[in-house]
């Protein structure tokens, strides 16, 4: 196995959980690189859908692993005490999580105003979880945040809270009363974080650059998928990250040539949560039935994703950006019983304009729609299948149109929800082994 960067190839929700829970087993870290705790990795294992993550690396399911959480994410420290905890009830060792001392922490004003700012904007809302992490983003690049090592020096977090509540005061008058933005028990709370979490704080990015001099085995895990990105993805309407591979860099701190691989993951189909264009969306009896299918639902929030056909335009987009050298297919199981399946290759604009790449002016974009290529479905239960060869031959040619419209190879392909339920490709068996 070398080095290897985990994103999202789509609008998130692809099953980059599944894919890092899998590599990390043979792996010596795993560093999540940004986010926060908007995002949700689901992993199942013994037929147990339980192991929902939010912010710590998707390897913690290894005991003794090592689980960096990286300075490119955003930390409520609630959650992710929380969440410790809940995993530590169930017997999860949790002596290898680390987390970055200039990780910035979302306070309880990000999480009013995230709420707030989403009400303002009424139809034209963004469709965020409301979770704090866009107001948390902006404090960081207005350089008004709050950081992990903070917790650690009361004097310091409280000068911090105060210089960051001044220019807020306008917005934060509705909350005047409160409790959770009163200064004296905001300061002693997040110091009670700081005891909690000390033995955790580190300098990851040194870490990493060890693990990486000694030739050990990383995994670089991203949040949310590459058309959510704040610069490249469907603006307004994207996270406030850059889910895409030139963002480990920055969120793990390494260099460019520290990352051998990056796969992207995609479904065999395409979901999105939220408002924003969606090119390929599936309305009616349909997009119903495949949503119940493949049991979307958001992780974090529980809302029902959009649906929509396999989407080559965006992929091609998303390989692009990200440098994509594998493609991880989830979900293919979901699309059984389908007597025919479409592929989007092309957008066809509200004026007739065709598109074979993803437009970047959002007026075209929000009115595009997709042109279709017609494959025949099959009928068998996949779920089983262990081989490429198992596979129904349509489903293969299915598989192979797919790499051969976005022009990277299928390294894995997820057949069911079970974490052995996959098929390892033999394009996989240089970073499997």
């Not at 998707?58 to 969440?83: H, Q, R, T």
């Not at 911090?160 to 917005?171: F, G, S």
């Not at 085995?217 to 949040?223: D, H, K, L, P, S």
Request: with cysteine.
């Amino acid at each position: 196995m070398t080095s290897i960067c985990i994103v999202g190839a789509q609008w998130g929700d692809e099953g980059k959980g599944k894919v890092v829970d899998l590599l990390a087993e043979r792996a010596d870290a795993v560093i999540r690189f940004q986010g926060g705790n908007n995002a949700g990795h689901t992993i199942v294992r013994e037929g147990e859908e339980a192991w929902k993550l939010h912010l710590i690396p998707s390897g913690i399911l290894y005991p003794g692993k090592l689980c960096m959480i990286g300075n490119g994410v955003v930390v409520d420290p609630a959650v992710l005490i929380s969440e410790m905890d809940g995993l530590r009830a169930r017997g999860v060792d949790m002596s290898g999580l680390r987390v970055s001392a200039n990780a910035h922490l979302i306070m309880p004003y990000h999480l009013l105003l995230d709420t707030a700012g989403e009400a303002r904007l009424g139809d034209q809302q963004i469709g965020t979880t409301r979770r704090g992490i866009g107001p948390c983003y902006a404090d960081k690049a207005g350089r008004l945040g709050i950081r992990m090592q903070d917790l650690l020096d009361e004097k310091i977090l409280r000068t911090k809270i105060t210089a960051a509540m001044e220019p807020k005061r306008l917005l934060l008058r509705p909350y005047a009363k409160d409790p959770t933005l009163d200064l004296h028990a905001m300061v002693e709370q997040y110091v009670t974080y700081g005891h909690r979490l000390e033995q955790y704080i580190a300098d990851t990015a040194r870490m990493v650059w060890d693990l990486l001099d000694d030739d050990r085995q990383v995994i670089f895990e991203g949040a949310q998928g590459a058309l959510l990105d704040i610069d490249h993805g469907t603006y307004p309407f994207v996270t406030s990250s850059n889910p895409i591979a030139g963002a480990a860099c920055i969120g793990a701190g390494v260099g460019p040539k520290d990352i051998n691989e990056v796969w992207g993951i995609t479904k065999a189909y395409t979901t999105r949560v939220g408002s924003g264009p969606f090119p390929t969306e599936i309305e009616g009896p349909l997009g119903e039935e495949l949503r119940a299918s493949g049991g979307e639902y958001g992780t974090t929030t529980g809302r029902a994703r959009r649906i929509g056909w396999l989407d080559l335009v965006a992929l091609r987009y998303a390989a692009r950006i990200n440098g994509l050298t594998a493609l991880a297919v989830t979900k293919l199981d979901v699309l059984s019983g389908q007597q025919t399946l479409s592929v989007c290759t092309s957008y066809v604009g509200s004026e007739g304009a065709r598109f074979d790449h993803f437009p970047y002016h959002q007026s075209v974009l929000h009115h595009a729609r997709g042109e279709y290529v017609e494959l025949p479905g099959w009928s068998q239960d996949i779920s089983d299948c262990r081989r490429e060869e198992d596979l129904p031959p349509a489903a293969r040619d299915y598989l192979a149109f797919l790499a051969d419209g976005i022009g990277v190879p299928i390294v894995l392909i997820g057949v069911g929800p079970g974490r052995e339920q996959v098929i390892w490709c033999d394009q996989a068996a240089s970073a499997s082994s």
